[in-house]
C-alpha cells in the first residue's frame, strides 16, 4: 500500500539528473517572481499543464505502478485513471523492460498495451524524479500510429517503385536483344539468297537463256528491296525502343549529296537529277543516316513524278546550318493530306499507281533522323505542281552554340 | 592469278551462308578453311594458322566477340580478321574487337571478294 505522499511537482529536465522535489524548479527569473508573487500558482500552472496536456503523461512509483496519470494516458490506453492506479509498466510498456530504458531520450520504437489488448506504437520519454522517499519514474508518450502508416506506405510505394524500374530495364534489355536477333534472323536468309544469286549470275561457263539473265537479275533486285524494307522496319523498331544512334563524322553534305544523287540517277531514265553545291556545307553527321535521308527524299520525288521530268537538288550554307533541298515537278501532295505527312505509316496517296510502295515510314524516319542531328524537316507542296523537301543540319562548330540535341 | 599460300578461315554459323562464302572463294582460287562456331575455329586455327579470317559474330557456344579474346590472348599472329555482320553499324562492331575490315550482309560477292583481296597478306 502505498501512503498518499504529497508530490511537489518539478521542472522535468532532459537528461539522467535527479531532481530534488522538495522545491519548486523554475525556468526563468520571470517565473520565479511570479511563483514568489503568488505561491501555489506554480502547483496550479503544472497541474493544469497535468491535466490538459494531449501528450500522455504516466507516473510510475517504486513499487512498479502507476501514482499518477493525465487523461490523455487514460484516452491512449483506455484505462481509466483508478483503473491505471493497479497497472503499472511491466503491464502497459511491450517491448525491452522499463527499468533499462535510457532515461530523458525520446524513443520511437515502443508500443504500449491498450485495454482492449490492442499496441499502440508511441513515441515516448521518460525521466526520473527524486522524490522524498523514492525515485519515479515519468513517462511522456504520444501515439504515432499515423505516422507509422505513413511510413509503411512510403516503404511500400519505394518496393513497387523499384520492381516497376527492374521491370522496365529488364524489357529494355530484352528489347535491345531482340534487336540485335531480328536483325540477324531477318537478314541472314536474304544474304545467302543474293549471295547464290551473285555466284550463278558470276558464272560464265554456259549460254544462259533470257529467263534465267532475267531471274537472276529480278532475284538480286528483290533482294534488295527486300534488305530496305527489312531495315527500315529494324529502324522503327529501334526509334520506338529508343535505340535510333548516331556515328557522327566530319562530313561535307555537299560531297554525300553527289554521291547520293549520282547513284539515284542510275535508277531511272525518265528523270533528270541536277544538283546544285553552293557550299560545302561541313557537318558532323552520321553519314549513313543522311545518306538514308537523301535516298528517302530522292526517292519519293521520283516515285511521285511519274511523267518524269526534271528533280533538283540543293545544297546551301545559311545562318549556321546546311540546308538540303529536293525539289520535284511531280503530282505534289493534297492540301488535305499534308498536315500528316511525316506521321508513322502514313501515305499521302494511299492506293496510288506507284512502283514499290514501301512501309509508308520513310518520311518518318527521315524526320527522327533529321531531328537526332539537331535539324529541321519541312517541305511545301502544290497538288498537281510537286513539291518541295528541305532539311536543315547544324554546321560543324554551330551546334553546340545553337544548342542543338546530341 | 596464282592461289595465294594463306587460306582464309570462314566462321559462320549459318551452314547455307558457310557454304556460299566458300564457293565464292574456293571459285576465286582462294584456299579455304571453315568452322561453324568461335569453338571450331579455334580447333582450325590450332592445326594451321590462317592468312586471313572472316569472322561472323553472332553464333552459338562460342561468339565473335568470345572467338576474338580467346584468339588474340593466345596467339600473337597479326593475322587480319574481316567482321562479316547482319548489324547496320558494320563499323561500330568491327571497332568493338579491333578488326581490321567489315562486310556487311547482304553483301555483294564483289564486296566479298574485295574486302578478302584487301586484308589478305601476300606470301613472302
Known amino acids: 500500500m502505498i501512503a498518499p505522499v504529497a508530490y511537489h511537482w518539478a521542472h522535468c529536465a532532459p537528461g539522467p539528473a535527479k531532481i530534488d522535489v522538495r522545491g519548486v524548479g523554475t525556468a526563468s527569473d520571470e517565473q520565479d517572481n511570479l511563483l514568489q508573487r503568488f505561491p501555489g500558482i506554480g502547483d496550479t500552472v503544472l497541474r493544469t499543464f497535468f491535466t490538459g496536456s494531449r501528450e500522455a503523461i504516466l507516473v510510475a512509483?517504486?513499487?512498479?505502478?502507476?501514482?499518477?496519470?493525465?487523461?490523455?494516458?487514460?484516452?491512449?490506453?483506455?484505462?481509466?485513471?483508478?483503473?491505471?492506479?493497479?497497472?503499472?509498466?511491466?503491464?502497459?510498456?511491450?517491448?525491452?523492460?522499463?527499468?533499462t530504458d535510457p532515461i530523458g531520450i525520446w524513443r520511437n520504437d515502443l508500443e504500449l498495451r491498450r485495454k482492449d489488448g490492442v499496441p499502440v506504437p508511441v513515441e515516448a520519454r521518460v525521466t526520473a524524479l527524486q522524490g522524498p522517499l523514492a525515485v519515479?519514474?515519468?513517462?511522456?508518450?504520444?501515439?504515432?500510429?499515423?505516422?507509422?502508416?505513413?511510413?509503411?506506405?512510403?516503404?511500400?510505394?519505394?518496393?513497387?517503385?523499384?520492381?516497376?524500374?527492374?521491370?522496365?530495364?529488364?524489357?529494355?534489355?530484352?528489347?535491345?536483344?531482340?534487336l540485335?536477333?531480328?536483325?540477324?534472323?531477318?537478314?541472314?536468309?536474304?544474304?545467302?539468297?543474293?549471295?547464290?544469286?551473285?555466284?550463278?549470275?558470276?558464272?560464265?561457263?554456259?549460254?544462259?537463256?533470257?529467263?534465267?539473265?532475267?531471274?537472276?537479275?529480278?532475284?538480286?533486285?528483290?533482294?534488295d528491296r527486300l534488305t530496305d524494307l527489312v531495315e527500315n522496319l529494324l529502324d522503327v523498331l529501334r526509334l520506338s525502343?529508343?535505340?535510333?544512334?548516331?556515328?557522327?563524322?566530319?562530313?561535307?553534305?555537299?560531297?554525300?549529296?553527289?554521291?547520293?544523287?549520282?547513284?539515284?540517277?542510275?535508277?531511272?531514265?525518265?528523270?533528270?537529277?541536277?544538283?546544285?553545291?553552293?557550299?560545302?556545307?561541313?557537318?558532323?553527321?552520321?553519314?549513313?543516316?543522311?545518306?538514308q535521308v537523301l535516298v528517302n527524299l530522292l526517292g519519293n520525288a521520283i516515285k511521285f513524278s511519274p511523267q518524269g521530268g526534271e528533280i533538283?537538288?540543293?545544297?546551301?550554307?545559311?545562318?549556321?546550318?546546311?540546308?538540303?533541298?529536293?525539289?520535284d515537278a511531280g503530282v505534289g501532295i493534297p492540301a488535305t493530306r499534308q498536315a500528316q505527312i511525316f506521321d508513322q505509316f502514313y501515305k499521302a496517296h494511299p492506293g496510288a499507281a506507284v512502283v514499290y510502295e514501301g512501309l509508308g515510314v520513310g518520311l518518318f524516319l527521315s524526320r527522327a533522323l533529321v531531328q537526332e542531328h539537331g535539324g529541321t524537316i519541312w517541305f511545301t507542296s502544290v497538288e498537281g505542281e510537286g513539291s518541295t523537301f528541305s532539311f536543315s543540319v547544324p554546321?560543324?562548330?554551330?551546334?553546340?552554340?545553337n544548342g542543338g540535341a546530341g | 592469278?596464282?592461289?595465294?599460300?594463306?587460306?582464309?578461315?570462314?566462321?559462320?554459323?549459318?551452314?547455307?551462308?558457310?557454304?556460299?562464302?566458300?564457293?565464292?572463294?574456293?571459285?576465286?582460287?582462294?584456299?579455304?578453311m571453315q568452322a561453324a562456331d568461335g569453338v571450331e575455329a579455334l580447333e582450325q586455327v590450332a592445326a594451321e594458322m590462317p592468312g586471313l579470317i572472316l569472322l561472323d559474330m553472332r553464333m552459338p557456344r562460342m561468339n565473335g566477340w568470345e572467338f576474338a579474346r580467346e584468339f588474340r590472348s593466345r596467339y600473337n599472329s597479326g593475322t587480319p580478321i574481316v567482321v562479316v555482320t547482319a548489324a547496320p553499324d558494320a563499323d561500330?562492331?568491327?571497332?568493338?574487337?579491333?578488326a581490321d575490315g567489315c562486310l556487311s550482309k547482304p553483301f555483294r560477292m564483289a564486296a566479298l571478294l574485295e574486302a578478302v583481296r584487301r586484308h589478305l597478306p601476300r606470301s613472302v
Open chain 1, 241 to 291: 525502343l529508343g535505340r535510333l544512334y548516331l556515328e557522327r563524322h566530319h562530313i561535307s553534305l555537299g560531297a554525300l549529296a553527289a554521291e547520293v544523287v549520282a547513284r539515284m540517277q542510275g535508277l531511272t531514265t525518265k528523270h533528270r537529277l541536277l544538283l546544285d553545291v553552293a557550299d560545302p556545307a561541313e557537318v558532323d553527321a552520321d553519314p549513313r543516316r543522311l545518306d
Open chain 2, 1 to 32: 592469278m596464282a592461289a595465294p599460300d594463306r587460306a582464309v578461315l570462314v566462321v559462320e554459323d549459318d551452314p547455307d551462308m558457310r557454304e556460299v562464302e566458300v564457293l565464292m572463294l574456293t571459285g576465286a582460287g582462294y584456299r579455304v
Open chain 1, 395 to 401: 554546321l560543324a562548330g554551330a551546334e553546340a552554340a
Open chain 1, 61 to 99: 512509483g517504486p513499487f512498479g505502478r502507476y501514482v499518477a496519470s493525465n487523461p490523455a494516458a487514460s484516452e491512449l490506453l483506455g484505462y481509466t485513471a483508478e483503473e491505471l492506479r493497479l497497472l503499472g509498466p511491466a503491464d502497459v510498456v511491450l517491448g525491452e523492460p522499463a527499468a
Open chain 1, 180 to 223: 540485335a536477333a531480328a536483325a540477324h534472323e531477318l537478314k541472314t536468309p536474304v544474304a545467302v539468297i543474293k549471295a547464290y544469286v551473285e555466284l550463278l549470275a558470276s558464272q560464265e561457263t554456259r549460254e544462259r537463256s533470257t529467263v534465267e539473265a532475267r531471274a537472276l537479275t529480278a532475284l538480286n533486285s528483290q533482294c
Open chain 2, 92 to 98: 561500330a562492331r568491327a571497332d568493338e574487337i579491333a
Open chain 1, 136 to 178: 519515479l519514474s515519468v513517462m511522456t508518450a504520444h501515439d504515432i500510429s499515423d505516422r507509422r502508416n505513413v511510413e509503411r506506405e512510403n516503404a511500400a510505394l519505394l518496393e513497387r517503385e523499384r520492381a516497376a524500374l527492374a521491370a522496365a530495364e529488364a524489357a529494355s534489355r530484352a528489347g535491345a536483344e531482340f
Open chain 1, 312 to 327: 533538283r537538288v540543293t545544297v546551301a550554307a545559311w545562318d549556321g546550318a546546311a540546308v538540303v533541298s529536293v525539289e
